[in-house]
């Protein structure tokens, strides 16, 4: 399968600079004007865009629900470390300041070409702590482990990881209310509310949406893809 890389960037330095990483490894960018335009039918290895853009967040999520093998690289013009760490929890491969991000793709492009470094490193399976719960609703937790706390809801006979820390002010979201019917999970502090399908977030105060983790259940243990 051919690779595609994208970039979505308006900055005409940053433009400049991705140009001769372009050059210099060989590849060519697809450049788009907005996220709105990806191309149809493209599966893209790579997509590179502004922080800044609108409605970034939300569409990490979506872009690493739709593609998880996708890497995504998101320069930063003003420095803002909820945005950063928001693009980090949303699932975004590499946050880095707009001056350091054309030299970190171009070596995280070369040893991909080279065949010494995948670009999504590979997943780890771990096993969750499970909660008493026959039915819908939260079933396990992830305390510890290399990212931040996770916790499983149970939906029928599917499962869905989220991370456990509200984007707001940092509580538990296994420990708010869950509707089953439609998958969202209020916050108990402050009352946000999380799709645990998507991540989506839909009622702040949070900004911003939360990252998913695919689930595997296997006889009675239940592991997170972390
Ligand atoms: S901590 Fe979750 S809404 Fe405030």
Redesign the pocket.
């Known amino acids: 399968m051919s690779n595609s890389f994208i970039r979505i960037i308006q900055n005409p330095i940053l433009l400049r600079h991705l140009d001769r990483v372009a050059f210099k490894t060989s590849i060519d960018f697809i450049t788009v004007e907005s996220p709105l335009v990806l191309p149809e039918g493209v599966n893209p290895t790579m997509i590179i865009f502004e922080i800044e853009m609108e409605n970034a967040i939300e569409l990490i999520s979506k872009w690493k629900a739709k593609w998880p093998k996708c890497f995504l690289a998101a320069a930063v013009t003003n420095p803002d470390k909820e945005l950063w760490m928001a693009a980090n929890a949303a699932g975004c491969d590499l946050v880095s300041n707009r001056g350091s991000l054309p030299i970190l793709l171009r070596k995280k492009i070369e040893a991909y070409l080279a065949g010494v470094e995948k670009l999504i490193p590979e997943t780890m399976r771990l096993m969750a702590k499970p909660v008493v719960n026959p039915g819908d609703g939260l079933i396990a937790r992830l305390p510890d482990n290399p990212e931040d706390p996770i916790c499983v809801f149970r939906i029928g006979n599917e499962y869905f990881g989220i991370r456990d820390v509200?984007p707001?002010?940092?509580?538990s979201l296994a420990d708010g209310d869950f509707d089953a019917s439609t998958g969202i999970v209020t916050?108990p502090?402050?009352?946000?509310r999380f799709n645990v399908h998507s991540g989506e977030r839909v009622r702040g105060?949070?900004d911003y949406s939360i990252k998913t983790y695919p689930v595997t259940i296997e006889g009675n243990d239940i592991y997170v893809h972390v």
């Open positions: 509200c707001h002010a940092g509580f916050c502090e402050h009352g946000s105060p949070a």
